[in-house]
């Protein structure tokens, strides 16, 4: 019923974590697809030894970027639900059975997510994103700005997600607000589940891996592409549906112009 995608870009620390919370909670006939977007030590020999029969790593045929690598894991995803995990997070174990409930209980709902825990070093846990107003069902009544996700903990039944085009692989940041407004667009229903369905490790990877930290190492310029492209793309519906999220990415636009001047100006190393 579920097939877990896990792309991975040089975090064999925390990769083998994500593959094994995955599969506590997995029911029977899921699947763990891993794919390995061009790591320096491959999936596989990360995994070897760490990972049971439900789990498949394949290499990403196309293009690199996480984008892309979804999309390949989707493609040969043999269930009809997916579920997107980041290498460097875990899924709550439960969080596959609510899953499985929903799509049971409500076959009209496409897609969904839920809240999260930070787990902040040094500090108490935090459970981030309980839109206590806008709970379960989130049919065409409910405000656009509550029926976009990131992509870890993001599910969506295969068959709607590969109509759709799946992500874009243009954008390797908010391609995921992308996903969701296109899935929206479309009038999908989605469902939001206040009890957190994965755990976010805050600023981990920035320790262990920084390296893979894409987001962190793009440049203004590539970030402006982006957000330009969403706009193109989607400026008027949300200029109707969600003023708040366009001005946001208005925003980011500016925030990262005058930003690429100060990269642009300062000085090389010597």
Not at 20 to 45: F, K, Q, T
Not at 77 to 100: K, T
Not at 156 to 172: C, P, Q
């Amino acid at each position: 019923m579920l097939s877990v995608i896990i792309p991975t870009k040089d975090r064999p620390e925390t990769l083998p974590e994500a593959v094994s919370s995955a599969a506590a909670g997995l029911p029977n006939g899921g699947e763990i697809i891993v794919v390995d977007d061009g790591n320096a030590i491959s999936a596989s020999r990360v995994l070897e030894g760490r990972a049971g029969p439900e789990t498949t790593v394949i290499d990403n045929p196309g293009r690199c970027g996480p984008s892309a690598a979804r999309n390949a894991g989707a493609a040969m995803a043999s269930q009809p639900v997916l579920i997107f995990l980041d290498d460097d997070d875990r899924l709550v174990p439960e969080y596959c059975r609510r899953i499985f409930d929903v799509v049971i209980s409500s076959p009209d709902v496409v897609y969904g997510s839920a809240a999260h825990i930070r787990k902040r070093p040094g500090r108490k846990d935090l459970v981030k994103g309980s839109r206590d107003f806008h709970i379960g069902r989130l049919d065409s009544g409910v405000p656009l700005d509550f029926k976009h996700f990131g992509t870890c903990g993001l599910w969506v039944l295969k068959a709607a997600f590969l109509k759709s085009g799946g992500f874009d692989e243009d954008l390797v940041i908010n391609e995921d607000t992308e996903l969701c407004i296109r899935l929206a667009r479309n009038g999908a229903v989605a469902w939001y589940d206040r009890e957190p369905g994965f755990m976010v490790f805050e600023g981990r990877s920035a320790r262990l891996s920084p390296e893979a930290n894409l987001s962190r190492r793009l440049h203004a310029q590539d970030r402006i592409r982006c957000y330009r492209r969403i706009l193109d793309k989607h400026g008027g519906y949300l200029a109707e549906q969600s003023p708040r999220l366009k001005k946001r990415l208005t925003r980011r636009i500016w925030k990262y112009w005058i930003k690429s001047i100060f990269q642009r100006n300062r000085p090389a190393n010597k």
